[in-house]
């Protein structure tokens, strides 16, 4: 009987250089298979934003260093009343600050906390009464108001950002709410292609981490080759 013996490894034994060979040969079908489940994040995060807005990115399309997408305005005024609408292109300086207070006001959200105040009576004495007070969310520094994933950050960040520094004379005078949008998408859409861009160029080794988790029962040889013959405990079995 000829015996044949064979020196397998699993992806995480393999040499540093062969592992970044096998995560560079796989980066696309890694790319594709990984951003299958961040996809959805976006687009929830996206289709919460247009609902909050009324602004629509259309045609939109997003990739390996690719995105693209145009902003649909509505159609009615998005402050005011009927009878003295303020549509979106007449929506900048002080009138622009409060829209996006408004924003801000309506989609934050507050956390309810016992606090300790002290009492003083005639007599000298102190006294504690428990008191409820809110406490708002912060919306400095990833603010995540309505899916809570990292996802909804993009997209408000621009509004924040207005609202903190408009009146520091950081944004041109005629700066509006059609510019803001567009800098919201813009800043959103750069974000989910980089994401891409990071599966596809293997950046800080997402695509070997990728390989290493859903590659458990996979086994290679020591050149980066991948196994494909029998099951490994027949191969125990006959090499016995």
Wanted: glycine share 8%; charged share 30%; aromatic share 14%.
């Amino acid at each position: 009987m000829k015996e044949i013996k064979i020196q397998l490894y699993k992806f995480d034994e393999l040499s540093p250089d062969v592992r970044k060979k096998i995560a560079e040969e796989n980066s696309f079908e890694i790319m594709g298979f990984a951003m299958d489940g961040h996809n959805s994040e976006y687009e929830g995060s996206l289709a919460c934003f247009e609902n909050e807005t009324g602004f629509k990115a259309a045609n939109w399309e997003v990739g390996y260093y690719t995105h693209r997408f145009l902003v649909r305005v509505p159609a009615e005024h998005i402050m005011g009343t009927w009878r003295y609408p303020i549509y979106a292109q007449d929506c900048e300086g002080k009138l622009l600050w409060r829209w996006c207070r408004d924003f801000i006001d309506r989609n934050r959200r507050g956390k309810m906390v016992l606090c300790r105040k002290k009492r003083v009576f005639y007599c000298s004495k102190h006294s504690k009464e428990m008191r409820s007070k809110v406490h708002m969310e912060p919306i400095e520094g990833g603010w995540c108001p309505w899916t809570g994933c990292c996802t909804d950050c993009a997209l408000v960040e621009p509004i924040v950002d207005f609202y903190l520094n408009y009146h520091r004379g950081k944004f041109p005078e005629h700066y509006d709410l059609e510019d803001l949008i567009n800098d919201c998408l813009e800043k959103f859409f750069d974000e989910w292609e980089s994401e891409y861009n990071a599966y596809g160029n293997n950046e800080g080794g997402c695509v070997e981490e990728e390989i290493s988790m859903n590659s458990a029962g996979d086994l290679y040889f020591a050149d980066g080759r991948k196994y494909v013959g029998p099951d490994i405990d027949v191969l125990e079995e006959l090499t016995a």
